[in-house]
């Protein structure tokens, strides 16, 4: 049955126009019209309700009157019976004198009708009376002389009253007398009488007010109902609730708090409402969000079609209060679910248009072949398919082009990507060589180079069955049905094969679902394309800078290495270090940064890391090494430019070092690269000032090189900007967090390159990272000996012998003679042909070395001697007796050195 909130929108009666009527409005009120007889029914039940007041009213009255007599008694006659004196007094020799004027003060002043004392005999010791003391107390005392007060109503020659009979305990609580008090219940309620003039007065006023109240109420109501009676207002109420019953159009009424008035039958039905809704809010009827937000949104709607579960209702929304009425408004709904037919083939094209959107912008956002399939297989469960498999040739996987066609007898195909709506799935696992079945869809897939749709397996099932029972057992057990192989080519070659399977789905794959398929396959073959000639390229190109850097360290004493080589993810670029062993124990490091990625940047790098090898065979300082390397970047750029297409190298920086353990000093230079760092033994941390000179390639500008002095222990930090500076970082930010890793003593250089890599590594690194740590060493200073040499030949024995002696010292005695045969030559040529001071150095490391320095700058050069020469072959000599020899320039002239191997 519909229910009808508020007041109704019938007008049976329409409104007087015209002359008013002159008969006053109270006359109106007729007892045959509803409103009348809510009238009488209001008057009646408030003058009961007064009734029903006024005799609760005096039953309580009654009621109180009862408890505040034995309320008044028991206190008054507990406080006299604990009085201080009382006990004192009842066993002095006359206690009337003094209990009687205390017992009449108490009671006087109590307003109770009388305070007797006695004793545990119930004689009286005082009595309102004088004439009853000494008689005996009628009452009942036992449970007082037990120690327990006792309340009692009786009848009194005073009239009917309720007294108290309390013991009086002395210290040790025994009851040495007693007391009792009483009041007449009529003189309580005489007090409780006075204050029933107030209480009728109340309720007369209650009932007029009530009264009026109610003439009011009843005039409203029958302004509502038109005067209606009952009989006109269930005619009313049966017409609109048969009206409301037999359209079959859903009608909600909701009023002005967006409250649900009204609801018919049929908007039940559509709007799959829960029963007895009326009176909530709109929002808390559980209508799908569609609709509630249609109704609350306020505004008048037209046959607007909106869904509502599984039905299109169009629905129509009017206010209600033009003309006068109640604020709110009335919604229709009208099933147009025959619509959906059309509406829903509208709704798959959409689906369809922004899945192939959505896939399309996920497929193909890195350069990785297997990333590549896997977001194929990803962006299309489970809106597409159940089950995603995508197998590609191993060729692909390797960055190679397949010669042959995947499928029976051409490259095994292997399973690269699977993407499902479980876990659980009937194919083969990813990384499994998967098989082409002949017969199979997936076969003729490939066969035909076209993508095939096969909406019932049962064939293709069986065909399985022979090559592979269990799996294709497994696939009748999850309820695979139907599937489409799309075979993934790219510039006319097939590269795999996408498979999109139906297990859960019921419906089986269409031809707009095979279109859609194809168009997504065909994305996804350029991406996977694009990916493998990238991983071909990076790979060439990783193995290209692979084979041009270092592949070990090299033997030395001077320096405890470690490094970390990183190639960028996004290509191989021209970072590069070295490390070189030069005379004299000495090392040089070298980092350094080509611009650009690529196969051209590492093969510049390449020929630059060559070309410091070879110009440091020179022994040059590092500023004249990085000219001579300048120039040749010059020379390069010239050669490219008159080539079309070449990329100059110009910018390229460099940072050159010689390390000296013998003087414990560090000569530097720098070509636009950043700044090392140099960790002390005590961890404190460093970045030394050296002259900033010029990218590589700007010739005319000079390099300067700069001298620290380094104490054994510390750690030189060489590196590239990739380290420092990505994306996200500031350079400067990069640097002081290497400060801040690197400010630890203690640590060795392995442990550096892995805390270093651990904090400052980015996610996703755009540049080569190269970091070159180096913990300094000193040669110690007993195996270093020097002497100084006179330019008189006669001092030649006296060296040779000191040599002599500090050979033997070290062990050496092998090699006595060839020491003192070279440097016999080495000091004869310097007194002969240079200017002193001569001084001769003997250091022992990995290799003998003997050095001899004087203030020339002339270098000698080997040089064949003929048979009638008389000299010219003292520096073959030295060549053929030593390992290597040389020569290298200094501020005040030169050194020239042999090494010779410790046996």
């Not at 309580?60 to 006659?77: G, I, K, Y």
């Not at 707009?512 to 990916?531: F, K, T």
Request: proline share 7%; with cysteine; hydrophobic share 40%.
């Amino acid at each position: 049955m519909t229910r009808f909130w508020g007041r109704s929108r019938a007008q049976s009666a329409p409104r007087p126009t015209g002359r008013k009527s002159h008969r006053p409005r109270w006359t109106q009120l007729s007892v045959r019209s509803l409103a009348g007889q809510v009238f009488v029914l209001q008057v009646a039940i408030v003058l009961l309700l007064v009734v029903a007041a006024g005799v609760e009213v005096v039953l309580q009255s009654r009621n109180a009157v009862d408890q505040e007599a034995r309320n008044r008694s028991l206190s008054v006659a507990q406080t006299f019976a604990n009085s201080p004196g009382i006990v004192p007094a009842l066993r002095s020799p006359d206690p009337t004198a003094i209990l009687q004027p205390k017992a009449e003060d108490v009671r006087i002043k109590a307003q109770v009708d009388f305070v007797v004392v006695m004793n545990t005999a119930g004689v009286r010791y005082t009595h309102p009376n004088p004439a009853r003391i000494g008689g005996t107390f009628i009452g009942n005392i036992a449970p007082a002389l037990q120690g327990q007060p006792v309340i009692e109503t009786v009848d009194g020659t005073i009239g009917r009253l309720v007294q108290a009979n309390v013991p009086v305990l002395d210290d040790q609580g025994q009851v040495v007398g007693l007391v009792s008090s009483g009041i007449r219940l009529s003189q309580i309620a005489n007090t409780a009488n006075q204050q029933l003039p107030i209480l009728l007065g109340t309720a007369a006023a209650a009932l007029a007010l009530a009264t009026v109240g109610t003439a009011l109420v009843s005039r409203r109501l029958r302004r509502q109902t038109r005067g209606l009676g009952p009989v006109e207002m269930t005619k009313m109420y049966e017409h609109h609730d048969a009206v409301l019953h037999a359209v079959r159009e859903g009608v909600l009424i909701v009023g002005d708090e967006q409250r649900l008035q009204l609801a018919n039958d049929e908007a039940y039905r559509l709007l799959a409402l829960a029963p007895e809704q009326e009176g909530r809010p709109v929002a808390e009827l559980g209508l799908d969000p569609e609709v509630t937000e249609l109704l609350t949104s306020g505004r008048e709607v037209t046959d607007e079609v909106v869904a509502a579960g599984d039905r299109l209702l169009a629905v129509n929304i009017r206010p209600t209060d033009r003309g006068g009425g109640p604020p709110g408004y009335v919604a229709t709904f009208r099933d147009t679910t025959e619509l959906r037919a059309l509406s829903g083939k509208a709704d798959l094209a959409r689906r369809r248009l922004k899945l192939l959107y959505d896939a399309s912008g996920s497929i193909g956002t890195t350069l990785d072949v297997v990333r590549t399939a896997e977001e194929l297989a990803e962006a299309l469960v489970p809106d597409f398919a159940d089950f995603v498999s995508v197998d590609l040739a191993q060729p692909v996987l390797d960055g190679e082009e397949p010669t042959t066609a995947p499928g029976p007898g051409g490259h095994p195909m292997r399973r690269t990507a699977l993407s499902g709506i479980s876990p659980e799935t009937p194919l083969y696992p990813v990384g499994r060589l998967v098989p082409i079945v002949p017969g199979t869809p997936r076969a003729r897939s490939l066969e035909q180079a076209r993508a095939v749709a096969e909406s019932d397996l049962a064939d293709a099932l069986d065909a399985w069955d022979d090559h592979d029972r269990h799996r294709a057992d497994q696939a009748r057990s999850h309820g695979v049905h139907s599937l489409i192989a799309v075979p993934l080519t790219a510039r006319g070659v097939v590269l795999g094969i996408a498979t999109f399977w139906r297990s859960e789905r019921p419906e089986p794959f269409d031809e707009e679902d095979l279109s859609l398929a194809e168009e997504l396959g065909a994305r996804a073959a350029v991406c996977i394309d694009n990916a493998r000639r990238y991983t071909r390229e990076h790979a060439m190109a990783v193995t290209l800078q692979h084979s041009l850097l270092p592949g070990g360290l090299p033997e030395q004493n001077a320096l405890d290495i470690a490094y970390r080589y990183l190639p960028a993810q996004a290509g191989v670029g021209g970072d590069w270090f070295d490390v070189i062993p030069l005379p004299g124990a000495r090392v040089a490091l070298v980092v350094g940064d080509v611009v650009g990625h690529g196969l051209h940047a590492a093969a510049t790098m390449g020929r630059l890391r060559t070309a410091v090898h070879n110009f440091s065979t020179l022994d040059l300082p590092p500023d004249e090494l990085l000219g001579h390397l300048d120039d040749l970047v010059n020379r390069i750029d010239q050669d490219r430019a008159a080539r079309d297409g070449e990329v100059p190298i110009t910018g390229a920086t460099c940072l050159y070092a010689i390390y000296d353990p013998v003087t414990q000093t560090c000569a530097m230079a720098r070509a636009g690269h950043l700044l090392p760092a140099l960790v002390h033994p005590d961890g404190r941390v460093e970045f030394p000032e050296l002259p900033a000179g010029p990218p590589l390639g700007l010739v005319g500008l000079p390099f300067e090189t700069a001298e620290l002095p380094v104490p054994e222990g510390s750690r030189l930090v060489l590196y590239t900007d990739g380290l420092v500076e990505d994306r996200t970082r500031d350079i400067d930010d990069g640097l002081e967090l290497l400060r801040t890793t690197l400010a630890h003593a203690g640590r060795s250089p392995q442990q550096t390159c892995a805390d270093v890599l651990s904090v400052l590594l980015p996610d996703d690194p755009g540049d080569d990272i190269a970091l070159l740590v180096a913990q300094t060493r000193a040669l110690p200073a007993d195996r270093i000996a020097v002497w100084d040499v006179p330019s008189d030949p006669a001092a030649v024995a006296g060296i040779r012998a000191a040599v002599s002696r500090q050979l033997e010292s070290w062990g050496l005695e092998e090699a006595v003679f060839t020491t003192e045969l070279v440097l016999s030559e080495l000091i004869t040529n310097s007194i002969r042909y240079a200017s002193g001071p001569i001084r001769v150095r003997l250091l022992l490391d990995r290799t003998l070395i003997c050095e001899v320095s004087d203030g020339s700058s002339t270098s000698p050069h080997l040089r064949y001697a003929a048979d009638t020469d008389e000299g010219g072959r003292g520096l073959f000599l030295v060549a053929q007796l030593t390992e290597r020899w040389g020569t290298r320039y200094t501020a005040t002239g030169k050194v020239i050195w042999a090494e010779q191997p410790i046996q």
